[in-house]
Nanobody
């Protein structure tokens, strides 16, 4: 079974940066890391889970939610089966638990629906202090 492990979260001041990692493993026959999309979502206390961005390894495309455009960037390292979320100019509103998830096969334009994803990591806490 596919397993995802997020890391890189922590406490950062307003305007600072963090790079989150999502390491994937356990791909069985049928699909590989290069054939899936990896999405990032976040959930703050008392709020619904919201989409941040998605990178489709099979399509070579990235998608970003409005909250991420211009500040966050996704990249993928196939050799390490790891996706990175670079977050810059962080604001207190970015405080949340950040999750990565696998979408196989990738659903492209509806990447922002959590229900489309098949496997989830345990999350990593990001706290932005003012």
């Amino acid at each position: 079974e596919v397993q995802l492990v997020e890391s890189g979260g922590g406490l950062v001041q307003v305007g600072g940066s963090l790079r989150l990692s999502c390491a994937a493993s356990g791909f069985a026959s049928g699909f590989t890391f290069d054939e899936v999309a990896i999405g990032w979502f976040r959930q703050a206390p008392g709020k619904e889970r919201e989409a941040v961005g998605c990178i489709s390894n099979s399509e070579g495309t990235t998608y970003y939610a409005g909250i991420a455009k211009g500040r966050f960037a996704l990249s993928s390292d196939s050799a390490k089966s790891t996706v990175f979320l670079q977050m810059n100019t962080l604001e207190p509103g970015d405080t949340a638990v950040y999750y990565c998830a696998v979408d196989s096969p990738p659903h492209g334009s509806i990447w922002y629906f959590p229900d489309e994803y098949d496997y989830w990591g345990q999350g990593t806490q990001v706290t932005v202090s003012s």
